[in-house]
């Protein structure tokens, strides 16, 4: 694996409110047990990163991933980012493409290209060369209304425009989007359908597939 870049999945700590404040008062440690290994919350105490999201880094600068996209601490929640270079990923997002330059394999995702490495595949420039063929169309954002507040869904994840950039959000209950995630699996709870990818759960109305809680916490 590059020297300079090195994946550490994140196993993160929720600190309550509570326990930090009397930390803070007596100066004494306070040992807080660590989240279910599912859950998965941000490192800043109440800003979330998606459900199955890896820690990465690049020397000293830290990223998440997911999915295909970056993210990086911002102070409204975690920052949509161009993928750094250098850093190593250990699986590609789903629907690459190989593209051979020479006897070179290069790895495609959107705009962004990948090279195998020892423990994954690294962040790479775009090779030079003139005849590249055209990127495989990466799914549009699809505009979502809850209320008075828009998001902007894709390949099942929620995010919101901010001053900073674009900011992942915990999928809103009640939001209804137009199709499923590619890989959203069928569940059924007394005799009803319901979808979930990444723990989120969907269900089929006329009007789409609204973000539901899990139906049996109903």
Do not use: C
Not at 38 to 48: E, F, R, T
Not at 49 to 69: F, I, K, S
Not at 136 to 149: H, I, L
Not at 181 to 210: C, I, L, M
């Amino acid at each position: 694996m590059n020297t300079n870049a090195r994946m550490l999945v994140s196993r993160n700590r929720l600190v309550p409110t509570s326990l930090l404040l009397l930390s803070l008062a007596t100066g004494a440690f306070l040992a807080v047990p660590s989240v279910r290994a599912d859950v998965h919350v941000g490192v800043s105490l109440g800003i979330p990163l998606p459900h199955g999201y890896a820690e990465v880094r690049v020397g000293r600068d830290r990223y998440y991933t997911h999915r295909g996209v970056f993210y990086q601490n911002g102070p409204r929640g975690y920052v949509v980012v161009r993928a750094p270079r250098g850093v190593v990923v250990r699986s590609l997002p789903t629907h690459y493409t190989r593209i051979y330059v020479g006897s070179t394999l290069y790895y495609r995702y959107g705009d962004v290209y990948y090279q195998p490495v020892s423990g994954g595949f690294v962040v790479v420039d775009a090779p030079a060369a003139q005849a590249l063929p055209p990127p495989r169309p990466v799914e549009d954002y699809q505009s979502v209304w809850v209320g008075k507040q828009e998001y902007l869904f894709r390949d099942g994840q929620f995010f919101t425009k901010t001053a900073d950039g674009m900011i992942w959000m915990p999928a809103p209950l009640g939001a209804v989007t137009k199709d499923l995630p590619n890989d959203a699996r069928s569940v059924w709870f007394q005799n009803e359908e319901y979808f979930e990818s990444d723990e989120v759960y969907f269900h089929k109305t006329p009007a789409g597939y609204e973000v539901v809680a899990a139906p049996w916490k109903k």
